[in-house]
């Protein structure tokens, strides 16, 4: 049997250091003994590590990793556990990444539980301030971690409290800080420590978290395991505050809040005018709803709905993106630059009647200065305001529809896609009828120059064909 003894402290570096020695000449597991400190007598005959043998040794970053956090773990076997899979990973790089493997789920285990500690440790140590003996004030602190986590779980410390002196006590050993590096000693009887003022902190903190009407005692136990109570000040109010929490709780709903507080009336008011779903029985009526409608949030910053307007016995309709700033300080559709431009070529197109309307009935915008700047309506307010087309077309029950851009095309057919292949095209809309696609007349506002006056010549022999196709129709109006 090989007998390897590694320190107290530093032993993960030991124990990397034999064992890459041992895996060298392929050491069967089995005939490995390690030892430490605390190992209970050896009652084997010990025989000496045997030198550096032929075999290159391979030790994955995964692997270090896992072993480093098993280092700090309480089973006596870990050592050789680590062992074992040092050599499983010489012949088989991947095993770590199987997580049926037995080997490799019992160090995942541990490693987790050894993760587990340390953050309790960087969470539960209090400490308790000493008398200075310098000019850097002192401070010391007792823990009972469940592993030997001493040496992976003190340089956070050093980190957090750089500019005092510390030492954590805890039965596995002693770790000191005085500014420079961590140094570690062997155990020593529990230290005296004073009261510490900051343990009244720690208990008012806990006091004013906690929340009688949400006693969750398994929750708190998982955060707070039962194991580091005796050493936090805080938890020694913890069961005089679950004895009290029904009485608290009573006394709570007791004293409960008998005025609502002032934004309630704002929110009241507002639920009062949630849209009406009740599907109304006629143009009209459907108007009236919308003129309340709180179907997504635009309505709160536009002046008003702005509902579609024209000849509701027309075979067209012409449905448009959203009122623009003019048309949403007049309350009408196509009243602006746009409309404009719109009414000019429809009626050289030869339409007279037409159903005038918007895929969103409110005006969205972005303020700069004292301007408003339009806003393009997101999918999620055209879906919401598609009830209002939907009823406005199933009132007006045009013969073919007009989509002015790529949003009234989006709430008329359910089609996203962009619009330069499918202008001057007709599509089928999602209730059936005939949509024909063209550009909004803001589009030929924004151009100027020859790509202006195409999009212009286009928009008028879109409309030009819309004109066509309801002439040749059945008069049936
Ligand atoms: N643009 C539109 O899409 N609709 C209007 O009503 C005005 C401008």
Request: aromatic share 8%; with cysteine; net charge positive.
């Amino acid at each position: 049997m090989i007998r390897v003894e590694l320190p107290r402290f530093g032993r993960f570096a030991s124990w990397r250091q034999a064992a890459r020695q041992l895996a060298s000449a392929r050491v069967d597991p089995g005939r490995v003994a390690w030892r430490h400190p605390d190992s209970d007598p050896d009652l084997f005959g010990a025989a000496p590590l045997p030198p550096v043998g032929p075999h290159p040794v391979v030790a994955t970053r995964d692997f270090l990793q896992l072993a480093a956090q098993v280092a700090s773990h309480s089973d006596p076997e870990r050592w050789a556990l680590l062992y074992q899979a040092l050599i499983r990973v010489q012949d088989d790089r991947r095993f770590l990444g199987n997580p049926a493997d037995p080997l490799r789920d019992r160090l995942s285990r541990m490693a987790r539980s050894v993760r587990r500690d340390i953050h309790k440790m960087h969470a539960f140590v209090r400490f308790h301030e000493l008398p200075a003996q310098g000019p850097r004030r002192r401070f010391g602190a007792w823990f009972e971690p469940e592993h030997p986590i001493l040496e992976a779980g003190a340089p956070f410390f050093a980190r957090r409290f750089a500019d005092m002196d510390w030492l954590i006590a805890t039965p596995e050993g002693v770790a000191r800080f005085a500014g420079d590096a961590v140094t570690y000693a062997p155990p020593e009887s529990r230290p005296e420590l004073p009261p510490d003022a900051s343990h009244g902190l720690w208990q008012t903190y806990f006091a004013s978290i906690f929340n009688p009407a949400r006693v969750k005692t398994a929750a708190m136990r998982s955060e707070m395991p039962v194991k580091y109570w005796k050493n936090l000040p805080e938890t020694r109010l913890i069961p005089a505050m679950l004895a009290d929490a029904p009485r608290r709780v009573e006394a709570m709903q007791e004293a409960g809040a008998t005025e609502a507080p002032a934004f309630a009336a704002r929110v009241t008011a507002r639920l009062r005018q949630l849209p009406d779903d009740r599907p109304p029985d006629s143009l009209e009526a459907a108007r009236e709803q919308a003129m309340r409608c709180t179907r997504c949030d635009l309505c709160h910053a536009a002046t008003q709905t702005v509902w579609g307007e024209g000849d509701r016995d027309a075979k067209l309709m012409i449905v448009g993106e959203a009122p623009g700033d003019h048309e949403d300080l007049q309350g009408q559709p196509f009243v602006g630059p746009a409309g404009r431009l719109l009414r000019d070529e429809a009626a050289a197109a030869g339409i007279e009647r037409a159903w005038l309307t918007n895929a969103v009935k409110h005006f969205k915008f972005a303020t700069r200065g004292t301007r408003r700047i339009h806003r393009n309506p997101d999918g999620g307010e055209i879906r919401h305001c598609r009830w209002w087309l939907d009823l406005e077309r199933r009132f007006v029950q045009p013969r073919l529809t007009v989509a002015l851009g790529a949003s009234a095309a989006l709430a008329l057919t359910g089609d996203g896609s962009p619009l330069t292949p499918r202008r001057g095209k007709v599509e089928i809309g999602r209730d059936g009828g005939r949509v024909l696609i063209t550009w909004h007349p803001s589009l030929i506002l924004r151009r100027s120059g020859r790509p202006a006056e195409q999009a212009r010549a286009e928009f008028a022999s879109d409309l030009a064909m819309a004109a066509a196709l309801l002439a040749s129709d059945q008069p049936d109006r």
